[in-house]
Protein backbone atom coordinates (compact mmCIF):
# COMPACT_ATOMS: atom_id res chain seq x y z
CA UNK A 1 0.00 0.00 0.00
CA UNK A 2 1.51 3.66 -0.87
CA UNK A 3 1.69 6.03 1.98
CA UNK A 4 -0.57 8.80 0.39
CA UNK A 5 1.42 11.35 2.47
CA UNK A 6 3.94 10.64 1.15
CA UNK A 7 2.98 10.30 -2.47
CA UNK A 8 1.63 13.52 -2.46
CA UNK A 9 4.85 15.33 -0.98
CA UNK A 10 6.30 13.77 -4.05
CA UNK A 11 4.13 15.03 -6.35
CA UNK A 12 4.35 18.65 -4.88
CA UNK A 13 8.20 18.41 -5.06
CA UNK A 14 8.27 17.52 -8.47
CA UNK A 15 5.56 20.10 -9.91
CA UNK A 16 7.87 22.22 -8.33
CA UNK A 17 10.54 21.65 -10.96
CA UNK A 18 7.93 21.28 -13.80
CA UNK A 19 6.98 17.46 -13.46
CA UNK A 20 4.43 15.46 -13.03
CA UNK A 21 4.27 11.99 -11.46
CA UNK A 22 1.54 9.13 -12.27
CA UNK A 23 1.56 5.96 -9.14
CA UNK A 24 -0.45 3.10 -9.74
CA UNK A 25 -0.42 -0.63 -8.32
CA UNK A 26 -0.44 -3.08 -9.76
CA UNK A 27 0.03 -7.40 -8.19
CA UNK A 28 2.31 -5.90 -6.00
CA UNK A 29 4.05 -3.80 -8.41
CA UNK A 30 4.59 0.36 -8.17
CA UNK A 31 4.28 1.83 -11.63
CA UNK A 32 5.52 5.02 -11.11
CA UNK A 33 5.86 7.62 -14.09
CA UNK A 34 7.57 10.98 -14.83
CA UNK A 35 6.25 13.38 -17.30
CA UNK A 36 6.80 16.72 -18.02
CA UNK A 37 4.63 18.95 -17.01
CA UNK A 38 5.93 22.46 -18.09
CA UNK A 39 8.21 23.29 -20.92
CA UNK A 40 10.84 24.76 -19.10
CA UNK A 41 10.59 22.26 -16.56
CA UNK A 42 14.43 21.70 -14.99
CA UNK A 43 16.25 18.51 -16.31
CA UNK A 44 19.05 19.23 -14.22
CA UNK A 45 16.62 18.80 -10.92
CA UNK A 46 15.34 14.93 -11.77
CA UNK A 47 18.00 12.90 -9.28
CA UNK A 48 19.41 9.81 -11.35
CA UNK A 49 17.35 6.41 -11.65
CA UNK A 50 19.23 4.94 -8.35
CA UNK A 51 18.87 7.94 -6.21
CA UNK A 52 15.19 8.42 -7.06
CA UNK A 53 14.06 5.04 -6.23
CA UNK A 54 15.55 5.19 -2.89
CA UNK A 55 13.33 8.66 -2.47
CA UNK A 56 10.69 7.04 -3.73
CA UNK A 57 11.13 4.17 -1.56
CA UNK A 58 11.11 6.26 1.71
CA UNK A 59 8.26 8.25 0.56
CA UNK A 60 5.85 5.75 -0.87
CA UNK A 61 6.75 3.34 1.90
CA UNK A 62 7.86 0.55 -0.78
CA UNK A 63 10.45 -1.81 -1.75
CA UNK A 64 12.56 -0.58 -4.54
CA UNK A 65 12.69 -3.32 -6.09
CA UNK A 66 8.72 -3.26 -6.49
CA UNK A 67 9.63 0.29 -7.79
CA UNK A 68 9.49 0.08 -11.78
CA UNK A 69 10.35 3.78 -12.42
CA UNK A 70 9.76 5.93 -16.02
CA UNK A 71 11.58 9.09 -16.80
CA UNK A 72 10.11 11.35 -19.54
CA UNK A 73 10.97 10.78 -23.05
CA UNK A 74 14.35 12.53 -24.17
CA UNK A 75 15.40 13.33 -20.42
CA UNK A 76 19.10 12.35 -19.46
CA UNK A 77 17.88 9.85 -17.62
CA UNK A 78 15.68 7.70 -19.43
Known sequence: MIDQNG???MRT???ADGYALD???DGGRVDVRITVADPDACEDCLAPEPIMRG?????LGVPEQA???TYPSG????
Open 67 to 69: IDL
Open 55 to 59: ILHKS
Open 23 to 25: VTE
Open 75 to 78: SVHE
Open 7 to 9: LAA
Open 13 to 15: TLA
